[in-house]
């Protein structure tokens, strides 16, 4: 469990983007810190939202 992937997924559940994580050098991120991860003004390219909602998965 040391890497952590954000993936922000618009409200019609598109993948926009998606960013990893290393928790062994950051240790544990709060929901602010992975806010700022999102591209700022980044939207989905297939349906132009912007509002996105972010899914989190820990990796080996
Ligand atoms: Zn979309």
């Known amino acids: 469990m040391s890497k952590l992937v954000i993936t922000f997924v618009c409200e019609n559940r598109h993948d926009v983007e998606s960013v990893t994580i290393d928790l062994d050098r950051l240790g544990q991120v709060s929901k602010e810190d992975i806010w700022r ?5 980044s ?17 080996k």
């Open 43 to 59: 939207r989905c390219a297939k349906c132009g939202s912007a509002k996105l909602i972010y899914r989190t998965s820990y990796k």
């Open 37 to 41: 991860l999102r591209t700022k003004g």
